[in-house]
């Protein structure tokens, strides 16, 4: 059975810095692409990054592009997202997700992603 756990979210104020990381088992992580996602109240799920299986390939949205940074640690089945520079806009529900890809541009259609955590809470205050 594959599992993804988030952790790490939490309250911060506007240009703090926060680290998800993202724990698979049951997957063999080592070869499939991870991405993150995220969610607002009332708003459409919507991607934030993805890295390769390798970590040579890694896609930001433009909203998050420069300030976020995707990470992986294939021998510890862990990914990680570095959030800098964190801004109101960034308040969300991240979502990290995976499926049978190698890598994963932004426009890989969601129904791609058979995997997804339990999602971690950001809150950023202005």
């Not at 104020?13 to 990381?21: C, F, R």
């Not at 909203?63 to 960034?90: C, H, I, W």
């Amino acid at each position: 059975q594959v599992q993804l756990v988030e952790s790490g979210g939490g309250s911060v104020q506007a240009g703090d810095s926060l680290t998800l990381s993202c724990a698979v088992s049951g997957h063999t992580f080592n070869a499939y692409a991870v991405a993150w996602f995220r969610q607002a109240p009332e708003q459409e799920r919507e991607f934030v990054a993805s890295i390769s299986y390798g970590g040579g390939s890694i896609y930001y949205s433009a909203s998050v592009q420069g300030r976020f940074t995707a990470s992986r640690e294939n021998a510890k089945n862990m990914a990680y997202l570095q959030m800098n520079n964190l801004k109101p806009e960034d308040t969300a529900i991240y979502f990290c997700a995976s499926g049978r890809f190698t890598i994963a541009p932004m426009n890989l259609p969601l129904e791609k992603y058979i995997y997804w955590g339990q999602g971690t809470q950001v809150t950023v205050a202005g």
